[in-house]
């Protein structure tokens, strides 16, 4: 099981880094994506990395601002969060893809506890 951690209060344009680690290395051969859930919202896809690295993928409203690595020695992705907005707070959570769209929650499992990110004007 995945566990997110290193959410936190920040301030708005403040920066934030979660981690993403994998108790049972288990991830390093998948793809893994970041998902957030803000209250009374469906959850959604922030991001992703291959299981290589080389390859990200963000959705469009955190381009430019959000960055995700991995080192799969550490079995720990990493997701770095700048210029942070209000509408960024939420509850971050990761998952290992398994198949189908890396845009759906269903194509993931996984889930463990999210982190919950708050961010104040």
């Known amino acids: 099981q995945l566990q997110a951690f290193g959410g936190g209060l920040v301030q708005a344009g403040g920066s934030l880094r979660l981690s993403c680690r994998d108790s049972?290395?288990?991830?390093?051969?998948?793809?893994v994506g970041w998902f957030r859930q803000a209250p009374g919202k469906e959850r959604e896809f922030v991001g992703g990395?291959?299981?290589?690295?080389?390859?990200?993928y963000y959705t469009d409203s955190v381009k430019g601002r959000f960055a995700i690595s991995r080192d799969n020695a550490k079995n720990t992705v990493y997701l770095q969060m700048n210029s942070l907005k209000l509408e960024d707070t939420a509850v971050y959570y990761c998952?290992?893809?398994?198949?189908?769209?890396?845009?759906?929650?269903?194509?993931?499992?996984?889930w463990g506890q999210g982190t919950e990110v708050t961010v104040s004007s």
């Open positions: 998952a290992a893809h398994r198949s189908g769209n890396y845009h759906s929650s269903s194509s993931y499992n996984n």
């Open positions: 049972r290395r288990t991830f390093s051969n998948n793809m």
């Open positions: 990395i291959s299981w290589r690295g080389d390859r990200t």
